[in-house]
T-cell receptor, first 114, second 112 residues
């Protein structure tokens, strides 16, 4: 079936370190891919997205490239800040139905220490 | 502008009680989604509305779960005869005709 797998957390980094959070997916067809972020006490927010192979989504210094050959959508940031501490969810949509419902990974907690 | 709101934010129910969770989507948003998020997990799809029509309810875990959106705006998720396994955060999201889903803060349901 359609699914998303993320690296387990928590991921603990020092400020200004390089971040990678791995995400791979299994899907029939050609899904759209997303990264959502959940800051403490807040709702889920869309961070970035990519809708076709080789697209790169970017926002707030974060980037992810849709790699069809490796079925991956890894999230990267060159220099993390304490304010980036949050839970990050990889997700896909556009398979199984045309409703746009999202299929999420289990989430990865990022802790950035000063 | 106002985002998606949900109420109550927290709900404690005794096992066997019925609960009703409310979602107020962003005004004018055609699509509305409900998700269930267990502790430490990602959200899982429950059901989808386009205006007042419930077009997909494939994610509802049992017939104790029921959702409605009678006027194509506010939606209510009802859980009858709650069980401990229903304890989770219930998320609502709305979307214009296409594009990004905007999530509410969620309702945390604890069944004791």
């Amino acid at each position: 079936g359609n699914s998303v797998t993320q690296m387990e957390g928590p991921v603990t980094l020092s400020e200004e370190a390089f971040l990678t959070i791995n995400c791979t997916y299994t899907a029939t067809g050609y899904p759209s891919l997303f990264w959502y972020v959940q800051y403490p006490g807040e709702g889920l927010q869309l961070l970035l997205k990519a809708t076709k192979a080789d697209d790169k989504g970017s926002n707030k210094g974060f980037e992810a490239t849709y790699r069809k050959e490796t079925t991956s959508f890894h999230l990267e940031k060159g220099s993390v800040q304490v304010s980036d501490s949050a839970v990050y969810f990889c997700a896909l949509s556009g398979v199984s139905s045309n409703t746009g419902k999202l299929i999420f990974g289990q989430g990865t907690t990022l802790q950035v220490k000063p | 502008g106002a985002g998606v709101s949900q109420s109550p934010r927290y709900k404690v129910a005794k096992r066997g009680q019925d609960v009703a969770l409310r979602c107020d989507p962003i005004s004018g948003h055609v699509s509305l989604f409900w998700y269930q998020q267990a502790l430490g997990q990602g959200p899982e799809f429950l059901t989808y509305f386009q205006n007042e029509a419930q077009l997909d309810k494939s994610g509802l875990p049992s017939d104790r779960f029921f959702a409605e959106r009678p006027e194509g705006s506010v939606s209510t998720l009802k859980i009858q005869r709650t069980q401990q396994e229903d304890s989770a955060v219930y998320l609502c999201a709305s979307r214009p005709t296409a594009g990004e889903q905007y999530f509410g803060p969620g309702t945390r349901l604890t069944v004791t």
